[in-house]
């Protein structure tokens, strides 16, 4: 376990397949979202933002919009990484 983020996982009640994996950092280490991506794709994981939201897009910037403070939370913690049969620990053959 890292303290500071967490697996995404299936709400009870729901069945997920995680062909999408995403960590999800605590708000007090938001900052570290960009070093994790950057050290996790020298690794080749191919890491990325979970998303660029819909109001964030240049054809919508100048449109309305509710509130969307957790979206804009959760787009700033998010990491999603792929799932892949072949993923194994580092160093291991």
Not at 18 to 42: G, M, S
Request: charged share 25%; proline share 5%; hydrophobic share 40%.
């Amino acid at each position: 376990m890292v303290s500071g983020v967490k697996l995404v996982s299936e709400p009870a009640n729901c069945f997920s397949n995680y062909w999408l994996q995403a960590l999800l950092l605590d708000k007090e280490d938001i900052e570290q979202r960009d070093f994790i991506l950057a050290k996790t794709n020298e690794a080749g994981f191919m890491t990325r933002p979970v998303w660029t939201l819909m109001h964030e897009l240049e054809p919508f910037k100048n449109n309305p919009k509710m509130d969307v403070k957790c979206a804009i939370s959760l787009s700033k913690r998010l990491i999603n990484f792929p799932s892949n049969s072949i993923i194994r620990e580092v160093g291991s053959a």
